[in-house]
């Protein structure tokens, strides 16, 4: 089938970019044709750069062009303030825009809390009644939308998609950490991620056991909460413990990225808010064991897949990191538990078949029965040689 994703992406700098490319390149791969509308500095095969997210026609320039893509389903993920100003309020209008039209709408809500504020219960009214079918990550955020929207049958309960990945076994050489218990905050400097919590007790940490070190693995975001992140380095950089940690800056291509995640021991998620995360995906990806706060997405995952601990207070944060951190086996545990997981159930190969099947389920073949078959075009096909290479045009010469 022919999918049209409306998203950011890659190289813009955002997990619903990392989670589009992903699920878009898997697709691909499943002999489905894609393309992705998005903002400007997208880029990528069929990635069609398009709209500032506060521009006053976005609706219109979107819709004009992905129409004319002839889709048989558009995908649009959704993000509060991914479009436009009033937590994002101009993709209800894209919406409505695709099914006046007759496309079906598939809606990915990457955010549902589990009580909704007005703004939020207002747009998600929307959004939910004019979508086909509506996707969501946890059976909580299902059952917050079913307890205030009702349409069941309609929302999907999928989980983040992960790569199935093997660790890179000498990234603790490469970052000469060789011998250090590894505890890894990681991601941007916002309030919200919580990092502070771990750098005010890292000193308890550190005091107790003499091999921790705190690698903090992230990047400024522009100008955004520039005051949390001024605070929070002068934290870093006046703790008694400043020789044990590590601060890392930079844009983390992914094998970078990766190298960092695989040397942690612990990676520590003390968020205060939000859904689903990304960097918990990077997590599993590389088997690492966690310590996460108790938002309810945290605590579900924890209940499926027992790979770390949670911790209910921020004076817990010690206790829990230096558990890990100290029993070997709880860890070895948790990396066989993420292994099994990701491997059965949560790699994109998993993932990106479940979105299929959601697709399915809200297209109609109007001509009855109609298989869609689709061959991605090999490198150089099409391509003329030797003998078979075309005579340069001339003009006909005139008297």
């Not at 299929?356 to 869609?372: L, M, R, W």
């Amino acid at each position: 089938m022919r999918i049209g994703f409306v998203s950011t992406y890659p190289p813009i700098e955002c997990g619903i970019a990392t989670y589009t490319e992903q699920l878009n390149n898997t697709l691909r791969s499943a002999r489905n044709e894609t393309f992705v509308i998005s903002q400007f500095g997208a880029e990528g095969d069929h990635v069609f750069p398009l709209y500032h997210p506060h521009a006053s026609s976005f609706a219109a320039d979107l819709y004009s062009t992905s129409v004319r893509m002839t889709p048989d389903v558009m995908h649009v993920q959704h993000e509060y303030g991914l479009y436009g100003p009033q937590k994002g309020v101009e993709v209800i209008q894209l919406i409505l825009l695709y099914r006046l039209a007759g496309i079906p709408v598939v809606t990915t809500l990457h955010t549902v809390h589990e009580e909704l504020n007005e703004k939020e219960h207002r747009l998600l009214k929307h959004i939910v009644d004019e979508s086909s079918a509506i996707i969501v990550h946890e059976a909580f955020q299902k059952e917050t939308l079913v307890r205030h929207f009702g349409k069941d049958h309609a929302i999907h309960v999928i989980e983040h998609g992960i790569r199935d990945l093997v660790p890179i076994t000498d990234a603790k050489s490469k970052l000469g950490l060789e011998g250090k218990k590894v505890i890894l905050l990681s991601g941007y400097f916002r309030p919200s991620k919580g990092f502070h919590k771990v750098v005010d007790r890292f000193s308890e940490i550190a005091e107790r056991d003499a091999n921790a070190v705190l690698v903090v693995a992230g990047k400024d975001r522009g100008i955004e909460y520039d005051a949390y992140r001024r605070e929070l380095f002068t934290k870093l950089n006046a703790s008694p413990y400043a020789d044990r940690i590590r601060i890392l800056r930079g844009q983390f291509p992914q094998y970078t990225f990766d190298t960092i995640m695989s040397a942690a021991d612990v990676v520590v998620l003390p968020y205060e808010q939000g859904g689903q995360s990304g960097i918990l995906s990077q997590c599993f990806a590389l088997q690492r064991p966690v310590v996460l706060s108790s938002l309810p997405a945290f605590r579900a995952l924890l209940e499926r897949v027992e790979a770390g601990l949670l911790c209910e207070s921020e004076a817990e944060y010690p206790d829990r990191i230096l558990q890990l951190l100290d029993d070997e086996a709880l860890r070895r545990r948790c990396q066989t538990n993420i292994q099994h997981y990701v491997s059965e159930h949560a790699a994109w190969r998993h993932i990106a078949a479940r979105h299929i099947d959601v697709y399915h389920s809200v297209i109609t073949v109007p001509y009855g029965k109609a298989e869609y078959v689709y061959f991605p075009e090999p490198e150089g096909y099409g391509e003329s040689s030797g003998g078979d290479r075309p005579v340069a045009y001339r003009p006909v010469p005139t008297a």
